[in-house]
Each structure stands twice: as structure tokens, then as C-alpha cells.
């Protein structure tokens, strides 16, 4: 039962100028994981659907991925299940449910989904993410378990805790959670309160939230759906405050999933978005946990309570970090089904005239409604790419890290809490004028687009408020400044420091050279970087102690860290494009968008890059 295309949607397929295909293997990574990738929904759905046409699945898949299928009143219909326990008879639409509802039912899908991947045994982190998505298009209660928790157990634990509790959360013997925000602290987590207090006789941990501030709140799957949390406390033994460490902390009984002795345990209610994910409270009075209990891969509590320190205190901070990655990466992505739906959506919709009596056109062919969508494809793709471009920083820094070299931290740590920042807004901002570029209909619940913002805009809070971040990477950024200051050697990925000169040779009735837009996005950088350095100085010169003149170049110091991430987000997207082994179509095509992606950049900063001349 083939599915016929809107004639103008064929139509404006039917103009591409490049191959589609090139840019969709380079996106996903090779026509194998492509092949993969759309293997993967079609065998599901041929597995789950008695009579439905591989356009169909397609279109059930794509519209999945942003929700439209829920509202085209296309079910599924669930026959043969290869798991028996789902009896569902199709997707429903969660939007008309109760919060409970839709919790139940989004619980539904991602326990068939985890047994599934399970079953077809889908090792590749990838395909179980594009398989999940298919079955839980929105928040997944299960997405602390398959990300932060895992993440932590791997990275802080030792090798025989590794054994012992990754198999356990592997194979959804325990459900996790990574609980550290407290009522009263989520950014600053040194003020934290839950204490871990050792007790030598009987080699336990004493686990307490003395204050409500100090109350869990805000953690995923707390609410209903975790029966262990990966538990960030401050540990004091031996009298002495050792600061935060992490520890597994059993929540729920195993069989009974009732709250342990000593825990009391919730849901914190509704919220702007995530409406399927529970994030709850947590009270811990007094609970006892084994001394092995505590994730000691870099710091230690020895049996007679003696505190082994890490060789960083910041290790215990890596979980944070590795989900910061995750966030740049899944920002672009994000974008980039907004902007397809808005896309479509705008080479179907007719409104309007351009020619009078001319008849009403396409609205995508009006310049502005262009303007509204073309850049967001390119941010689209230079979000992506540039997360491609930290992946390779990123992956050499953590191989170091796991052989006990640890100098790349600092740059590491700066490179995701900007770029975390830097696209979070972005794919913020730019899922917003998708959305209003739909009209009437992209208030509609049924074009996807309102639950992706309210949904993924909370990634501009969580794992590190924007603004926050943007300040952690400056201290990185005000450093490598005042060692640019003194003639130092500097870390690779900020020498632009000392070598960003102006020298442009593109005129204005030329078209622009690329490496001018490098040179101008990487001279902007520098210049504000330097600004936010000599405004500090100057509090410092105006008697001010460290931290008062830190607070009084903030607002500078927070551009500094956009500044960088969007010349390292220009300068990723055009060397990647141009060396990207395209045919000259595709490669034509892209060098286009990036030059569009930049100049809009300009245009929206004009301020920056007039003052820098
Ligand atoms: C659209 C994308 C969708 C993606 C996915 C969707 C599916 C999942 C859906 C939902 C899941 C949501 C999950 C959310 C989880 C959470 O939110 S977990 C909690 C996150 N909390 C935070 O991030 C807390 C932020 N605060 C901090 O990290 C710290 O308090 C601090 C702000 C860094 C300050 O720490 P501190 O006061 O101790 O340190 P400073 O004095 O500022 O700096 C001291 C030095 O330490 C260095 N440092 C700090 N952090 C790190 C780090 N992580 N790694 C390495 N180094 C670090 C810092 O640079 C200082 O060094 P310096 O003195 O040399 O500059
Ligand atoms: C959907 C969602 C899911 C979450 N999931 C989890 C989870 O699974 N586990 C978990 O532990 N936590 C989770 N969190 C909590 C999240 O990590 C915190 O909300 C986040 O770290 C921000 O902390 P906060 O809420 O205390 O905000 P605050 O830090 O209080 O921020 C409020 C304002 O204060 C400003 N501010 C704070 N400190 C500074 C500073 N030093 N300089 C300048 N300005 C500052 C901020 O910029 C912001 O404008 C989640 C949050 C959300 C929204």
C-alpha cells in the first residue's frame, strides 16, 4: 500500500542538485551504519506489523521521530510479537493522556525496547539509541539507566566493581539513576549537603540528607522507575570533610520495588517538558551502605577509614563531562528534525501570493521564510559536524586520561562545557523559529515541534547551566590569555591566541574567501577572549580581590566562551566539508551552507566582527 508524495515535495526533491545519499552516508557514518540504521526500524516494524508497505514503516519511522505518526492516526498493528508482554495494539498518542498515563505508557514501550535489544543483542551504543528512539520518541524513563548511570559505573568504578554491577545494569537486574542536584544545590557542588559518614566499626557508610536543602531533587527515573542511584555525597571520615564522591546506593526492594528503610523517595510533578521522564526527590535518613559500596576507581576509603585522595579531585567530575559530549552531539540532531519537518512542511504549504493573481505559492519560496529555514539547516549540519570535530579531542583525551595522563583534562573540560552551551542555545533558538515558521500548525502538538522545545530546551539547565558552563570554560580561555601575555607555550586548540592576525584579503564584491570567514571567526575569538582578560585585569587594577573582579568581567567572560565555541563550530564545519572526499556537486553545495552558516553568523554578531574591523 505505497504512500503517494505530495507533487510538491516531489518537486523539490526532484531539483536537488547533489546526491542525497552522499551526505546521508557521510552523516550516519557509512553506507554500513546507514544500512544499519534503516534496517533496523523496517525489521522491527516487519517483525510487529502484519500488512504494511516498507514506505509505510518509513513513514511510520520518520513520522516517529517526530511524533507526526501519532496524530496521522497510523497505528501500528501489533501482531506476532517476538515479546509477548507487549500486548499494546498500537501507539498512542501520549499528548490526550494524564501524566500517569503517559508515564505508563512510555514505560511500556522502553521495557519491550530493552528486551528486544537484548534479544537481537545490539551492542553498537548507536543502534540501540536509534532503536529506542523508535519505540520512545520522547522522554525515555530509562535514559539516566543507559547514560549517566553506566557512564559513572564505568568511569569511577574499579575493574571488580565494574564486574560486579555493569552486568547488573546491562541486564536491567537494577534500574539506575545518577542522583546529585539537591534541593538547594544544583550548580555549585561544593555546597552539596547529603553527607556519606564512614563508620569504622562496622566499615559502612552512613547515607543522610540533614536539611531539606539537602533533599535529591530533580534526578530522572527517581520518581517511579530507579531501584539504585549512583549517589553523589560529601564524604567525611576520620572527622574530615574528603569532599564528593560517588557511591551505588540500593533505593528500592528488588522484587517489591518499595522504598527501602530509611528512604523516602517521589515524584517532583510536572514540568515544562519531559513529561514521560520521572524525575523525583530523594530523602536519606541514615541508610547504611558496605564501605565497597563507594565507586573507588580514583579515591579510596581504606578499612580503617583512612581517605585516599584522587590524583585530581575533579575525576569524580567525568560522568558530568562524557554527558556534556553526549549533549553537543544529540543538539544538532535535535535542530535537524525541526528543520526537516519545517522544511517539508514548507514546500507542501501554499499561502499567499508572490505575483498578484499569480496563484498562492509554496511558502518556501519566499525569501524570508528561506531565511528562517536555510540557516537552520546550516546550523543543523555545523552542530553536527562540529561535535564530529570534538569527538576526535575528545576520544584522545580520555584515551590519555584512561593510562593515567590527565593533561588534557583542563582543555577537555573547557571544550565540552562551551560547546554544551554554545549549541544547546543554538538548537534551542533555532527549534523555536521552526516552529514559528509553521504558522498555526507548528503550535500544533501534532507537528512535533512543540514537545522537541520543551523537551530538549531543558539541556540548557541540566548537566551544567549555560551560563555556568560558559564561565568554567573561560577559566580555561583567562588562563591560556595571561600565558599568551607572557609569551608561553599554549595548548594546541587555543594558539590562535598568539597567531590571529587580521589580515583579510576578500573584498567586498568577491566572493568570500573561506579562510577569510576562518581567519575573521578566529580573530573575533581572540579579540574577546583578550577583552574579557584586560576587564579583569582591570577589576584587579581597580583593588578588586580575584573573585569580585571575576564577577565584574562575567558578562564578557560568558561571550569569550561563545566566541570560541562558534570559531571552533565555523572552522570544523568548512575543513571538514572541504575535506570530505564529496563529489564537486555535494561538495559545492556544502561550502554554500557554511558560507551561509557564517555570514549569518556575522549578521547576528555584527557588533563583534565590526569592532574587530
Ligand atoms: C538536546 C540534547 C539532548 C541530549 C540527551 C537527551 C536524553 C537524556 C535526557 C535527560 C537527561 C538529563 C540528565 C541530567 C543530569 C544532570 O543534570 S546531572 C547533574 C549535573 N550537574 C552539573 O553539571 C553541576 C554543574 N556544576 C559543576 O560542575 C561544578 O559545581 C562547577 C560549576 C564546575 C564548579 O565546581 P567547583 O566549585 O568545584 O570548581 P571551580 O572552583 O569552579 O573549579 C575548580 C577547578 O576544577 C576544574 N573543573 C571543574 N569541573 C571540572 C570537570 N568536569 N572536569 C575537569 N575539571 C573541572 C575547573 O576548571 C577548575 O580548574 P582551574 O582552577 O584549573 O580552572
Ligand atoms: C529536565 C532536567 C533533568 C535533570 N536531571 C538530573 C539528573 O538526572 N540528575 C541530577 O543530579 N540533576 C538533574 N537535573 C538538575 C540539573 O543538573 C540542575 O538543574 C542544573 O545543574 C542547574 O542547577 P540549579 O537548578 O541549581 O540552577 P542554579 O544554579 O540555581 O541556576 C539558577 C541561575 O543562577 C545562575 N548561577 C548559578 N551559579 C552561578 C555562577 N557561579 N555564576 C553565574 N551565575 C550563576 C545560573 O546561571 C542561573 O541563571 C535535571 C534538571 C532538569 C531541568
Known amino acids: 500500500m505505497g504512500k503517494s508524495v505530495n507533487p510538491d515535495l516531489a518537486k523539490a526533491r526532484s531539483q536537488a542538485t547533489f546526491d542525497p545519499a552522499n551526505l546521508t552516508n557521510y552523516l550516519y557514518g557509512g553506507p554500513e551504519k546507514l544500512r544499519r540504521k534503516r534496517y533496523l526500524p523496517a525489521f522491527v516494524f516487519k517483525e510487529l506489523c502484519t500488512e504494511m508497505s516498507l514506505t509505510d514503516l518509513c513513514l511510520i519511522f520518520l513520522g516517529l521521530l517526530t511524533h507526526v505518526s501519532d496524530y496521522l492516526g497510523l497505528t501500528l498493528s501489533i501482531e506476532n510479537m517476538a515479546a509477548k508482554e507487549y500486548k499494546e495494539e498500537g501507539f498512542k498518542s501520549t499528548d490526550d493522556m494524564s501524566r500517569e498515563e503517559a508515564y505508563e505508557e512510555s514505560m511500556r514501550r522502553a521495557v519491550y525496547t530493552n528486551k528486544r535489544v537484548l534479544q537481537l543483542n545490539l551492542q553498537d551504543q548507536e543502534e540501540q539509541y536509534y532503536f529506542r528512539e523508535i519505540f520512545v520518541p520522547g522522554a525515555n524513563p530509562f535514559a539516566l539507566h543507559y547514560v549517566m548511570f553506566k557512564d559513572a559505573i564505568n568511569t569511577q568504578g574499579t575493574e571488580d566493581q565494574i564486574q560486579k554491577w555493569l552486568p547488573l545494569a546491562e541486564t536491567y537486574a537494577v534500574t539506575g539513576t545518577y542522583a546529585q542536584t539537591e534541593l538547594g544545590h544544583g550548580t555549585f557542588l561544593r555546597g552539596l549537603e547529603t553527607t556519606a559518614e564512614y563508620d569504622v566499626q562496622r566499615e559502612e557508610f552512613i547515607l543522610n540528607t540533614p536539611t531539606i536543602t539537602s533533599s535529591k531533587f530533580w534526578p530522572g527515573a527517581l520518581g517511579k522507575t530507579a531501584n539504585v542511584a549512583i549517589l553523589n555525597a560529601k564524604l567525611i571520615t576520620k572527622g574530615r570533610n574528603c569532599g564528593m564522591q560517588s557511591f551505588w546506593v540500593p533505593l528500592r526492594h528488588l522484587e517489591t520495588h518499595q522504598p527501602l528503610p530509611g528512604i523516602t523517595v517521589g515524584d517532583i510533578g510536572p514540568k515544562f517538558g519531559y513529561h514521560t521522564s520521572d524525575n523525583g526527590f530523594l530523602q536519606l535518613n541514615r541508610v547504611r551502605i558496605p564501605r565497597e559500596n563507594m565507586l573507588m576507581r580514583y579515591s579510596k576509603v581504606l578499612q580503617d577509614g583512612t581517605f585516599v585522595p ?83 579531542l575528545y576520544d584522545s583525551a580520555f584515551s590519555k586520561m584512561e593510562k593515567g595522563n590527565l593533561e588534557d583534562l583542563p582543555m577537555l573540560h573547557a571544550l565540552t562545557s562551551s560547546m554544551k552551551a554554545f549549541n544547546t542555545w543554538e538548537m534551542a533558538t533555532g527549534v523555536e523559529q521552526c516552529r514559528m515558521a509553521c504558522g498555526g500548525h507548528g503550535y500544533l502538538l501534532a507537528s512535533g515541534i512543540p514537545q522537541m522545545y520543551t523537551d530538549m530546551v531543558s539541556a540548557c539547565t541540566y548537566e551544567g547551566e549555560n551560563t555556568v558552563m560558559c564561565l568554567q570554560a573561560a577559566r580555561f580561555l583567562n588562563k591560556c590569555q595571561e600565558a599568551a601575555n607572557k609569551g608561553e607555550r599554549l595548548p594546541q586548540l587555543t594558539r590562535f591566541l598568539q597567531t590571529s592576525r587580521l589580515n583579510i584579503s576578500s573584498s567586498l564584491d568577491q566572493d568570500v574567501d573561506l579562510n577569510d570567514i576562518i581567519a575573521a571567526y578566529e580573530f573575533r575569538a581572540a579579540t574577546v577572549i583578550s577583552e574579557a582578560n584586560a576587564r579583569l585585569n582591570a577589576g584587579l587594577a581597580m583593588g578588586k580581590s580575584q573573585s569580585e573582579a571575576w564577577n565584574y568581567a562575567s558578562q564578557l567572560l560568558v561571550k569569550a566562551a561563545l566566541a570560541f565555541s562558534h570559531w571552533f563550530t565555523v572552522r570544523a564545519l568548512i575543513e571538514n566539508m572541504r575535506g570530505a572526499g564529496f563529489d564537486n556537486s555535494t561538495e559545492t553545495l556544502l561550502l554554500q551552507l557554511a558560507k551561509l552558516y557564517a555570514l549569518d553568523g556575522m549578521l547576528r554578531y555584527s557588533g563583534d566582527f565590526r569592532k574587530v574591523g
Not at 519545517?342 to 525569501?367: H, K, N
Open 310 to 392: 584522587p590524583e585530581n579531585d575533579r575525576l569524580v567530575y567525568v560522568p558530568m563531562t562524557q554527558f556534556r559530549f553526549v549533549v553537543i552531539g544529540r543538539s544538532g540532531w535535535t535542530l535537524a528534525k525541526a528543520v526537516t519537518v519545517a522544511t517539508r512542511y514548507s514546500a507542501v504549504r501554499r499561502q499567499s501570493e508572490i505575483t498578484p493573481g499569480g496563484g498562492e505559492v509554496q511558502i518556501l519560496d519566499f525569501q524570508t521564510q528561506q531565511h528562517k529555514l536555510f540557516t537552520q539547516i546550516a546550523s543543523a549540519y555545523a552542530m553536527i559536524i562540529a561535535a564530529k570535530a570534538a569527538k576526535d
